[in-house]
């Protein structure tokens, strides 16, 4: 719900979770693959394997997406790319390169979910990065703070990164001390303030007018924003371990680490959504230097789903890595009284090679498709597509002209699913292309 007269989201946050290199978007919409006749082999999907949410026009992968508790409030979204590259692509995507964050579409979200309270010290970690990670095509660690445009909102609203688990924990304190703020009491006392006034106020009402719009305004925001419980990182934490990485298994519980596990950096969002005032998280898997999963390094393959070599296919990355992690942020968000909208999205879709010849049988080439896939979660939303794909060559929307072509239709769908006015959405549709609106609940 918005704040009193401030225009804040409060009771409401966003997790983007991006995978690069566009496999997901294989198992968002697994029909269209599935009906892509011998080209399905090299994207693993077949009638069998592929689960209806419902009555609706969503049909996900089985074993995947298809098996989140959510589904039923997850919508797919198609959108229109302009470029296959992924550092192109991936600016398009988010207003940022994997290397660097600027005035991108999550903080200017944030910017708009905190309105006109924004207070540095209170919304210092309004737009925060979970963990650490490597961009395709390179494997050093670099600044992913850098200067902001003259005109962007709110400047000093900046996204914070937490690169290891001591500095996310040092960022929140528990607010059930001694010393913390009686709202409801507070608010109790006021109104009886208001009410003992009331004379007074009447009788020099245009004098008065400040005060009695003051007292109106205190009293709803206290009563507006119940007291958050400070959950322990300990207490989230064992919902995300055991979650296995390349015949191991992930301990987000190691307090001491850098946060580069994907289950950790969920965790860590829950963490940062439930006790740092975090309203938009970011997630970004792919690890650094070789360390941890090596599993998330290589969601660019250009095999086919297999993933070539021997190793562990895609589906079962998904299986094992991404999809208990989401599971758990998901169901426990669901639980949390946060009205949390979880995006899960990519630079592009994957696209079957042009250069391999008809019957080759398992065919072991993809290639960077020419459309995007997302998927939001949450209450504010309901199953179903937009994402009608032509999954030949190099995938592109069946109907490309009909979208925008870049990625504002969903950050606009995301901000009307938290509750921004028009007024207060940053970001547009062109009027009569896709707005995906038929995916709000």
């Known amino acids: 719900m918005a704040g009193p007269s401030t225009g804040e989201i409060r009771g409401k946050a966003v997790c983007f979770v991006f995978l690069p290199g566009g496999w997901h978007g294989r198992f968002l919409t697994a029909d269209m693959h599935a009906a892509a006749g011998a080209d399905n082999l090299r994207f693993g999907a077949t009638a069998g394997n592929t689960a209806r949410v419902g009555a609706s026009n ?4 089985a ?17 229109r790319t302009t470029t296959a590259d992924h550092p192109g692509a991936q600016i398009n995507m988010a207003g940022f390169s994997f290397a660097e964050l600027a005035d991108c579409a999550p903080r200017r979200l944030a910017a708009a979910m905190v309105g006109q309270a924004y207070d540095p010290l209170a919304h210092a970690n309004a737009c ?22 003259a005109d962007a ?21 528990p607010v059930d001390d001694p010393n913390a703020a009686a709202r409801a009491a507070a608010a109790d006392d006021l109104d009886a303030a208001q009410r003992m006034s009331q004379p007074v106020l009447a009788r020099h009402a245009r004098g008065t007018t400040s005060l009695a719009g003051a007292y109106d305004s205190a009293i709803a925001s206290l009563r507006a924003e119940p007291m958050q419980t400070f959950t322990p990182y300990e207490d989230i934490a064992p919902a995300y371990s055991d979650i296995a990485i390349n015949g191991g298994a992930v301990r987000p519980a190691d307090l001491s680490g850098e946060i580069f596990h994907f289950a950790t950096k969920m965790a860590a969002a829950e963490f940062a959504i439930r006790n740092c005032g975090t309203k938009v998280a970011v ?24 993933g070539g070599g021997g190793a562990v296919s895609l589906q079962e990355r998904m299986v094992r890595r991404i999809i208990p992690a989401i599971e758990a942020f998901t169901t426990r968000m669901a639980a949390s009284g946060i009205d949390v909208t979880t995006v899960i999205a990519s630079e592009f879709t994957r696209g079957v090679d042009p250069t391999d010849g008809p019957g ?7 290639i960077h498709g020419g459309a995007a896939v997302a998927a939001v979660i949450g209450s504010a939303f309901q199953a179903g597509t937009t994402a009608q794909l032509s999954v030949t060559g190099r995938t592109q929307l069946a109907n490309p002209d009909g979208y925008d072509a870049n990625w504002s239709p969903l950050y606009s769908l995301v901000a009307r699913g938290v509750g921004l006015s028009a007024a207060a959405n940053p970001f547009s549709v062109t009027a009569g292309r896709q707005d995906h609106a038929s995916l709000l609940a």
């Not at 074993?63 to 409030?73: H, K, Q, Y």
């Not at 080759?360 to 993809?366: E, I, V």
């Open 58 to 61: 969503l049909y996900l992968d």
């Open 63 to 79: 074993a995947t997406f298809g098996s989140l508790t959510r589904r039923a409030n997850m919508g797919v979204l198609g959108i």
């Open 128 to 149: 925060a990065l979970l963990g650490v990670h490597r961009s395709l095509g390179g494997s050093q660690r670099r600044s992913l703070i850098r200067e902001l445009p």
């Open 153 to 173: 909102p709110m400047r000093d609203l900046r996204i914070q990164q937490f690169s290891d688990l001591g500095n996310l924990l040092g960022a929140a304190a």
């Open 283 to 306: 997630v970004i898997d792919g690890e650094i230097d070789g360390r941890g999963d090596p599993e998330s390094l290589d969601w660019d393959t250009h095999q086919g789903i297999t």
């Open 360 to 366: 080759q049988g398992l065919a072991t080439s993809s």
